[in-house]
Each structure stands twice: as structure tokens, then as C-alpha cells.
């Protein structure tokens, strides 16, 4: 989100590099998500393609999007730090692969801002990179069955800034548990997180406001 964007050209030979068969994977699981709480209002933190916001326009979902990069386009040009909207504006707000883009001294005060110009929901979405099986099998008179199993290693990857990501899930002092810690500091409880079967990278999160 904060990385500035070559031209138009260069912006779309980089977004044909950024979409792989897995991230549409993902995109699928995050309207889902959206789409599942039926909201009346909606704001999208951080655009990438517009792939997330031209479906659910084509769908008739009322809603804005911001970024900090201009040449995006976005409807607002803003900051997930200080997003200019007044509190409780939508009822629900999603960010996708955003916040890791920001250090992480920056993250709760991200997933306060989200918090705030929401009336229920954030939904969000960030890199995992913790090890992992993916099981899947078919079994007869059952079914599909897909499962993630989990294998955390004793001694976490340390992190090096790519010029992209600050921060992953599952890097050294990133575990999931000090994420979820955070997240719930800020206010938000945590209705489900999952990470996408088909894109294991991406872990969502489906958070609501304490009441």
C-alpha cells in the first residue's frame, strides 16, 4: 500500500506477475467472506488490481475504496493510519494484504483505525508463512476432505525486509498467537481465521467489534 506504483504501463506488467492461479484462489475466499455478511455499506483499505471492488460493484454492493497511491485511482486517496472517515461510516471494512507493507509498530494503530470507522465487521487478510501439509483426499460415500496441518518450527525464519513486507506470520516474533493478541487488544474479537487451502500464504480473518 504504500510502495509507489511505476506508470500505467509497468503497473500492468506488475499486476500480471502479482496474479497467480492461487491469489484469484484467494480472491474467491474474500468475497466470500464479504459477501457472507450482506453488508450495506462496505469500504476496501488498499485496491490492488480492483479485482475485489469491480466484482462487488458488478454484484451491487454499495461501496468506496482508499489507498494511498494516487495513480490507483482509488475513490479516496488516504492512509490506513489515519483513514478520513468519520467513526462507524461502514458496516463493515476490509483489508487485504495491506498491513504487512507497514512496520509492525504501526499494526495496532492500523487495526484501530479499520476498527473505528467500522460499525461491526474488519475483515482482513495477511501473509502466513508458517510450514504446513496440505492433505486432500477423496473418499468414497465421504466426500472431499482438504486439511492444513501445521508444523511450527522450533527455531522461526527471521524476517528481511524484501522492500515490500515488513513482517509475516511465522517469522521470528511474528507468531500467530502475538497477531491474534493484537488484534484483540485493539477491540475486535476474533470470529474465525483460516488460512486459504489453495493459497496457504494468505491467512483471513473475520473480526467484529465488541459490543
Known amino acids: 500500500m504504500n510502495k509507489e506504483l511505476p506508470l500505467t504501463s509497468e503497473a500492468d ?4 506477475r502479482y496474479d497467480t492461479k492461487g491469489r484469484f484462489c484467494s480472491y474467491w475466499h474474500q468475497l466470500d467472506e464479504i459477501l457472507s455478511l450482506k453488508p450495506s455499506t462496505l469500504l476496501e483499505v488498499g485496491i490492488g488490481n480492483k479485482f475485489i471492488a469491480d466484482y462487488l460493484q458488478k454484484r451491487g454492493v454499495s ?3 482508499l489507498d494511498i497511491e494516487r495513480r490507483l485511482r ?3 486517496v488516504g492512509d490506513v493510519l489515519a483513514i478520513p472517515f468519520k467513526s462507524g461510516s461502514f458496516e463493515v471494512v476490509c483489508c487485504f494484504e495491506v498491513l504487512e507493507h507497514l512496520p509492525y509498530d504501526k499494526f495496532s494503530q492500523a487495526i484501530s483505525e479499520l476498527s473505528r470507522v467500522s460499525q461491526r465487521y474488519v475483515l482482513l487478510s495477511l501473509p502466513d508463512v508458517t510450514r504446513h501439509y496440505c492433505v486432500l483426499l477423496t473418499i468414497r460415500k465421504i466426500g472431499l476432505i482438504k486439511k492444513l496441518i501445521h508444523i511450527p518450527r522450533l527455531k522461526p525464519p527471521e524476517h528481511i525486509f524484501d ?3 515488513y513482517w509475516e506470520i511465522g517469522k521470528r516474533g511474528y507468531s500467530l498467537k502475538r497477531i491474534k493478541n493484537d488484534i484483540e487488544r485493539s477491540g475486535l474479537v476474533i470470529r474465525h481465521s483460516y488460512r486459504v ?3 496457504p500464504y494468505h491467512r483471513i480473518f473475520c473480526l467484529e467489534k465488541k459490543t
Not at 13 to 16: A, I, L, P, S, T
Open 13 to 16: 506488467n506488475y499486476f500480471d
Open 63 to 65: 461501496l468506496l475504496t
Open 74 to 76: 482509488p475513490d479516496v
Open 163 to 165: 522492500g515490500e513486507h
Open 197 to 199: 487451502f489453495e493459497y
